[in-house]
């Protein structure tokens, strides 16, 4: 059997065959045939705007490798650091290849006074931290203008080292500064989750020193939010980086983008949703209430993953890890009464709707001490690295500028109508 489809115009009888590669067929060729007749596809729901090597999503078995390797086994023996460094560089780095990294992060960590002191602090009272992480990562464009050479290998890996170094500094500032904390400078003797812990949460003590369960619990969750393919904020990333914009512009857009409900924001939402709820009595009626079209089961279903996201699953067992540490978060028995309701209902399964990566990382921050709002910042930091690999793997293709069509359905061309005529 061919491994191809043939595609008849049925209007002239003419047809084309289309090779099937990569379980996908080229738009090029089926342009051929029809041109001037475009797909379809709202969402890009059956699209693939780009070839990657990054990482593999299989969401009817419920798969996710990164460059090849599981994810169950990334964040059972691997740390964020050297899983940045497999996703950027498209292998594990040797022992010296780790060291020069982990230096090259460690020391960049600082960021400009400006962008504290003139910057952040110009923001209102209670700006949202994600709001003033996103305006942030755009400033810094202005502060390092070598940024702009984006076809400079040397240029590129800096902005890249930077951006990742940053993002915690960034995220740590935009938090203490909606608490009227003062800002914490970066620890370089700490590692990376235990830095980030040091700038939320260091107050009067000399050094602060984060109890290892819970460094090592956000290292494993930002390893599992460290990638995710093609979604909504990696393609923001993507299409503002394929105008050669500059990488903390085009990583502010994909920021943007992850800061809605639908995507970064849903772990939030599954507090709000389980804090309403209030008792694991008022779970049915509130099931039903979903069934009944009045709201989504927030931290549920997902565009890809039709049966368990494997995230989720390894996040419930370091869930179980913090709660022995922080004590258990009193939400957590609403939660699993959600999902084993859910999970045995017709109206869920007919949909192959599953707990997604955010149904349980909300309650594990919570437990942690992060407030709600900072939540799409926590996923944010590790992202970032997802989106610089893409971004560079998009620069290393010579991709072209994302550019959809649409189908018009505005009205025909008619003559402008001086306004006391209308
Ligand atoms: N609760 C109840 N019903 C749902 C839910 C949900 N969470 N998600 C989807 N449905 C229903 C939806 O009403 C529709 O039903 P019907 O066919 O009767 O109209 C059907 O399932 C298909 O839904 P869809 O909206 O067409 O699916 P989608 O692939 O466009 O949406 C999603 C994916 C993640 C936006 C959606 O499932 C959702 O809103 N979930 C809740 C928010 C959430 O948890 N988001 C985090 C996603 S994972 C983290 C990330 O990648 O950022």
Known sequence: MPESITITDN????????????????????????????????GFMATAACESAISLLDGDVGILRYRGYPIE????????????????????????????????????????????KRFLEGFHYDAHPMGMLVSAVAALSTFYLDAKEIFNRDSR??????????????????????????????????DFASNFLSMMWKVA??????????????????ILHADHEQNCSTTAMRVVGSSHADPYSATAAAAAAL????????????????????????????????????????????????????????????????????????????????????????YFLSRKLYPNVDFYSGLIYQAMGFPLEMFPVLFAIPRTVGWLAHWQEMLDQDSKIARPRQLYIGPDARDYVPIAGR
Not at 15 to 42: C, M
Not at 76 to 81: D, G, I, K, R, V
């Open 11 to 42: 209007r002239t009888g003419d047809a084309i065959e289309i090779p099937i590669l990569n379980d996908g067929i080229s738009a090029t060729e089926w342009s051929k045939l029809l041109p001037g007749i475009w797909f379809y596809d709202p």
């Open 205 to 222: 003590e000399p050094r602060f020193e984060a109890d290892p369960v819970l460094v090592h619990a956000l290292d494993v969750l930002f």
């Open 259 to 346: 800061y809605g409900p639908r995507h970064g924001g849903a772990n939030e939402q599954v507090i709000k949703m389980l804090m309403e709820i209030g008792h694991i009595d008022n779970v049915p009626a509130f099931i039903e209430e979903v069934k009944g079209g009045g709201g989504r089961l927030q931290g549920f279903g997902h565009r890809v993953y039709k049966s368990y996201d494997p995230r989720a699953t390894i996040i419930k067992r370091t869930a179980d890890e913090v709660f022995g540490v922080t004590g258990k978060n009193p939400l957590l028995d609403i939660a699993l009464k959600l999902e084993e309701i859910a999970l045995q209902d017709e």
């Open 157 to 190: 890996q800096k902005q890249i080292t930077r951006l990742i170094a940053k993002m915690p500094t960034l995220a740590a500032a935009a938090h203490r500064f909606s608490v009227g904390m003062p800002f914490v400078y970066p620890d370089n003797s700490l």
């Open 73 to 116: 086994q990334l964040a059972e023996n691997s740390t964020f650091l050297e899983v940045a460094y497999l996703l950027l560089h498209g292998e594990l780095p040797n022992e010296s290849e780790f060291e020069a990294w982990q230096l090259d992060i460690t020391y960049h960590t600082f960021i400009h006074e400006n962008v504290r």
